[in-house]
């Protein structure tokens, strides 16, 4: 299993015979240069998505009309999507597992927002969620964005995920703090890579505080496009 940063709360997952691009962002995305954009995401077999915001969803589509890969995500939002811009897509919900081939994925939640800006304003896209995903002997929790929340001990308890990805970078999510404590008090974590950090100066730039609160987790700050191999 190979788990890739592609900067902020993107990633790039290949398990198995799949990659799975999660929140890929790459226009505008200032820890991925153009010229990465071709590495990040050659071979994707599908693309996930947590949330409606555009640090998250601004590359989707045309991604997913480029590669000829479906779109994974929550029902309401992907079946708009289905009928309205001719593309693929797996729509789901919260508590729901669907099968990739050979990676299953479960959608779980999270304490965020979700929109899209249109010219009136705030649309609602659907609601912020988390995804569990499961291939080759690990579980990896993707906590999307999000607090720190009770839910996560149920996660935990059900899905015992060995690797954690935890946005921390404080502002708009946990910061390193909170997301030190939602490991320690929810999950047993073998490994733990923050995310949606260092992106802007707004966030925190260094997941050292993460590291000395969990003595016993390999935690692992990720550089952009190279290989976490687990």
């Known amino acids: 299993m190979k788990i890739i940063w592609l900067g902020h709360g993107s990633f790039r997952f290949e398990i198995g015979a799949l990659t799975l691009l999660l929140d890929p962002w790459l226009t505008g995305n200032p820890m991925l240069n153009e010229d990465q954009h071709e590495a990040a995401t050659k071979g994707a077999t599908h693309i996930l998505l947590t949330h409606g915001h555009f640090d998250h969803v601004a590359d989707v589509l045309p ?9 994974v995500g929550q029902y309401d939002l992907m079946n708009h999507w289905a009928e309205n811009e001719g593309i693929e897509t797996i729509g789901f919900n919260k508590g729901g597992t669907v099968d990739l081939g050979g990676v299953k994925v ?31 002997g690990h579980t990896i929790y993707a906590s999307g964005d999000t607090d720190v929340m009770s839910d996560m001990k149920i996660f935990n308890d059900l899905h015992k995920p060995d ?3 935890l946005s921390a970078g404080g502002y708009f999510t946990m910061d ?4 030190a404590y939602a490991a320690r008090t929810f999950f047993d974590f073998k490994t733990l890579i923050p995310c949606h950090y260092r992106t802007f100066p707004i966030l925190e730039q260094s997941a050292e505080a993460l590291a000395q609160a969990l003595p ?6 990720p550089e952009v496009l190279q290989p976490i191999e687990i």
């Open 216 to 221: 016993g987790v390999d935690v692992i700050e």
């Open 63 to 71: 991604l997913s009309r480029k590669l000829g890969v479906p779109v």
């Open 176 to 179: 390193m703090k909170r997301a």
């Open 163 to 165: 690797i954690g990805i």
């Open 106 to 136: 479960t959608m779980v939640n999270a304490i965020h927002s979700s929109t899209f800006g249109t010219p009136d304003g705030p649309r609602v896209a659907g609601t912020e969620c988390g995804f569990m995903i499961e291939g080759e």
